[in-house]
């Protein structure tokens, strides 16, 4: 099992709909969550960090973590071309300790179509 | 302007030569980190640095070779050992007060033939 999973996708929603991305990850003491946006040929850019359960919403964007059931997810609503990117979950492990490393997921393509 | 640069954006070698990518930042960072990024593969982590003078090896060191003399700077050496070298090259760093947050330069794609 991979320690953070992702669908590859390619994931296609029309302009203006609902994006829905997630992650599901297997140490259950992780404590950190973050989710970052790629286009291609550029860097990874921090979008959403969340340590707690529940939702955290900023702009169009609002991630939600589950920590029973091991999963986070990023939702962008009002979707526009200019979000389609590669989206990576990243997670912090429990034993990871203060070397601050960070377990990447492979990422989930979004495509949004006007 | 405060960032984390990376020179050069494009890089070519011959085979068997080592070449260094910078990496450096003015943020006042302590943390810098280097991934490489293929195809299919995500990000993989090749060394890291927590302080000053010292640093660990990654998920994939070997064939790479790094130093941390200035809190500024991260330099990575890929050396003729790495059989592997072309790929897409990410120094990152994280600030003081926000753990495990990591802020990315633009990268160095680098391409060995």
């Known amino acids: 099992q991979k320690e953070v999973e992702q669908n590859s996708g390619p994931l296609s929603v029309p302009e203006g709909a609902i994006a829905s991305l997630n992650c599901t990850y297997s140490?259950?003491?992780?404590?950190?969550f973050f989710w970052y946006r790629q286009y291609s040929g550029k860097s990874p850019e921090l979008i959403m960090s969340i340590y707690s359960n529940g939702d955290k919403e900023d702009g169009r964007f609002t991630a939600q973590l589950s920590k029973a059931s091991q999963y986070v997810s990023l939702l962008i609503r009002d979707s526009q071309p200019s979000d389609s990117a590669t989206y990576l979950c990243a997670v912090n492990p429990s034993r990871a300790g203060n070397n601050r490393k960070l377990i990447w997921g492979l990422g989930t393509s979004l495509a949004v179509n006007p | 302007d405060g960032g984390i640069t990376q020179s050069p954006k494009y890089l070519f070698r011959k085979e068997g030569q080592n070449v260094t990518l910078s990496c450096e930042q003015n943020?006042?960072?302590?943390?810098m980190y280097w991934y490489r990024q293929d195809p299919g593969q995500g990000l993989r982590l090749i060394y890291y640095?927590?302080?000053?003078?010292?640093?660990q090896k990654g998920d994939i060191a070997e064939g790479y070779s790094v130093s941390r003399e200035k809190k500024e700077s991260f330099p990575l050496t890929v050396t003729s050992a790495q059989k592997n070298p072309t790929a897409f090259y990410l120094c990152?760093?994280?600030?003081?007060?926000?753990?495990?947050?990591?802020?990315f330069g633009p990268g160095t794609r680098l391409t060995v033939t």
């Open positions: 943020l006042n960072h302590d943390a």
């Open positions: 990152a760093s994280t600030p003081p007060d926000r753990d495990y947050e990591q802020y």
């Open positions: 140490d259950r003491g992780s404590q950190s």
């Open positions: 640095s927590q302080i000053v003078n010292d640093f």
